[in-house]
């Protein structure tokens, strides 16, 4: 099965940029929907983003304007650019396949509901 691994998170004071990033450890063929969710302390996993195989994208509104998903088809590797950060934004931040096709030229499975192991977001001065 695919893994998914984050990377990029951190502390960063308010105001601040951070770019997470989700690898595939495999080559991705094809995929529906990718996207990223984050769990604060106390509360509920909640959708932060996501983007479709065909490149449409969906923001959660307490973030719009300040995030930006994307994906390096090249790279097996999906984005998430987050500006204007708010200590409100605190969490881990996971990364997410609904379904995935992956594996080698010779070699391809799916995959579903496939997580990363997530990345810690701290915003703080």
């Known amino acids: 099965q695919v893994q998914l691994v984050e990377s990029g998170g951190g502390l960063v004071q308010p105001g601040g940029s951070l770019r997470l990033s989700c690898a595939a450890s495999?080559?991705?063929?094809?995929?529906?929907?990718m996207g990223w969710y984050r769990q604060a302390p106390g509360k509920e996993r909640e959708s932060v983003a996501g983007?479709?195989?065909?490149?449409?994208?969906n923001y959660a509104d307490s973030v719009k304007g300040r995030i930006t998903i994307s994906r390096d088809n090249a790279k097996n590797t999906v984005y998430l650019q987050m500006n204007a950060l708010k200590p409100e934004d605190t969490a881990v931040y996971y990364c997410?396949?609904?379904?995935?096709?992956?594996?080698?030229?010779?070699?391809?499975?799916?995959?579903?509901?496939?997580w990363g192991q997530g990345t810690q977001v701290t915003v703080s001065s």
């Open positions: 495999r080559t991705i063929f094809s995929f529906n929907t």
């Open positions: 983007i479709t195989s065909g490149g449409s994208t």
């Open positions: 997410h396949a609904d379904s995935v096709l992956a594996g080698s030229s010779s070699t391809r499975r799916w995959s579903f509901d496939v």
